[in-house]
């Protein structure tokens, strides 16, 4: 079981940047793949990125060029540094963990792009 905590979501404004962080409650190695969803109201919630230990990852084609996963072992954090903001990028950023079949969230980050 891991607790996840994420952090760093806010009002940014189009074409900006903000940097989302997952802290896990244990090591990173133990933890087959990490990833990043978001949730707009009234919609179903999207993939937007993973990564797993070897440093592989995967992006939605909505975000590839604009967003960056990458993972810190040492800290067991995960971070999504997100670029170009557009509005239609608004939504619940919600960090996941996939150990074995089971997937655990964290309580999800509120980010709005407006101007």
């Known amino acids: 079981q891991v607790q996840l905590t994420e952090s760093g979501g806010g009002l940014v404004q189009p074409g900006g940047s903000l940097r989302l962080s997952c802290a896990a409650s244990?090591?990173?190695?133990?933890?087959?793949?990490m990833g990043w969803y978001r949730q707009a109201p009234g919609k179903e919630r999207n993939f937007v990125a993973a990564?797993?230990?070897?440093?592989?990852?995967n992006y939605a084609d909505s975000v590839r060029g604009r967003f960056t996963i990458s993972r810190d072992n040492a800290k067991n954090t995960v971070t999504l540094q997100m670029n170009s903001l557009k509005p239609e990028d608004t939504a619940v950023y919600y960090c996941?963990?996939?150990?074995?079949?089971?997937?655990?969230w964290g309580q999800g980050t509120q980010v709005t792009v407006s101007s």
């Open positions: 244990r090591s990173l190695i133990s933890i087959n793949v």
């Open positions: 990564i797993r230990g070897g440093g592989f990852t």
């Open positions: 996941a963990a996939t150990m074995a079949i089971t997937t655990y």
